[in-house]
Nanobody
Framework: VQLQASGGGLVQPGGSLRLSCTAS??????IAWFRQAPGKKREAISC?????????YANSAAKGRVTASRDNAKNTAYLDLNSLKPEDTAVYYC???????????????????WGQGTLVTVSS
């Protein structure tokens, strides 16, 4: 699975952004968003299971301010970021799971395909 993330940029505090992740190649069973701020560990934000389109929001600092979605026809996943704060500044990655499992957790270790990331900078 090839993943192409886009939509990052510079936004003022309180603003919003929509990130996109377009997938190509083989099918995938789940698609997720993660982020990594400078000097911090990679953090899960959301995971979508394709089989039932269920969405899990990880217990991140962004929870409650993000909305994940997926357009099957466009093979694209989205992450809407709202009420952005300077601490949301990070590289945002989309990831996909190319194998089937009943026990896929919303953690980085359970995703085997990764996009290149898109930088979100929240600053005035």
């Amino acid at each position: 699975v090839q993943l192409q993330a886009s939509g990052g940029g510079l936004v003022q505090p309180g603003g919003s952004l929509r990130l996109s992740c377009t997938a190509s190649g083989q099918d995938y069973y789940a698609i997720a968003w993660f982020r990594q701020a400078p000097g911090k560990k990679r953090e899960a934000i959301s995971c979508i299971t394709v089989r039932d389109e269920s969405i899990e929001y990880a217990n991140s600092a962004a929870k409650g301010r993000v909305t994940a979605s997926r357009d099957n026809a466009k093979n694209t996943a989205y992450l809407d970021l709202n009420s952005l704060k300077p601490e949301d500044t990070a590289v945002y990655y989309c990831a996909a799971r190319s194998y089937f499992t009943l026990f896929g957790a919303c953690v980085a270790e359970s995703f085997d395909e990764w996009g290149q990331g898109t930088l979100v900078t929240v600053s005035s």
